[in-house]
């Protein structure tokens, strides 16, 4: 079987048994966003859709950007740079959203570019350094340092993008699609 049916006939199969889920430990789908390269457990990735329009929630925090309506689930959407404190970027024909599973709740998260998926094996990732207390935001969101070759890439905690807040907003957009197939 050729490595392509076998990746097709994993991503077919929602249910991964015991195989599948050894096939994943270790995969990372890495991305860009400001200067760096950020990597999510491919287990936390549902898909990768182009960037499309969303729905401004009104008096939320600037990262989160609004809705989505990906095949009548309403999504959540939110925006890693502005997440991050970095510079805003201009989406592009680059810009996509990668949607995660985060405590059975899928978010999407708008990035700049896809980069790829990497293996990086456990003795290879590393705490994260503690310079000082700026780097400290940031690295709230990183669990680890995965060296890839000759480059690192900063593993995100997928739980720690959201905060209570963000979940609470989470959790009104689940509502309000309960309440649209009610009706």
Do not use: W
């Amino acid at each position: 079987m050729d490595v392509t049916s076998e990746v097709n006939r994993q991503t077919d199969n929602e249910h991964s048994t015991h195989n599948e889920r050894d096939a994943q430990k270790g995969k990372y789908m890495t991305f860009k966003s400001g200067n760096e390269y950020f990597g999510l457990k491919i287990q936390y990735v549902s898909e990768i859709i182009q960037f499309q329009a969303i729905t401004a929630i009104p008096e939320t925090a600037d990262y989160i950007k609004g809705l989505i309506n990906l095949r009548g689930k309403i999504i959540p959407v939110i925006d890693i740079s502005l997440r991050f404190k970095q510079e805003p970027v201009e989406y592009n024909d680059r810009t996509c959203i990668i949607v995660i599973n985060v405590q059975n709740t899928l978010v999407g998260l708008i990035i700049e570019k896809i980069a790829e998926v990497v293996e990086i094996r456990e003795e290879n990732i590393l705490p994260p350094p503690s310079i000082g207390k700026s780097d400290k935001v940031q690295n709230k969101y990183v669990y680890g340092i995965g060296k890839v070759g000759d480059s690192v890439k900063l593993l995100l905690d997928p739980e720690k993008l959201l905060n209570d807040e963000d979940m609470s907003v989470l959790e009104q957009a689940n509502n309000l699609e309960a309440e649209e197939r009610e009706v």
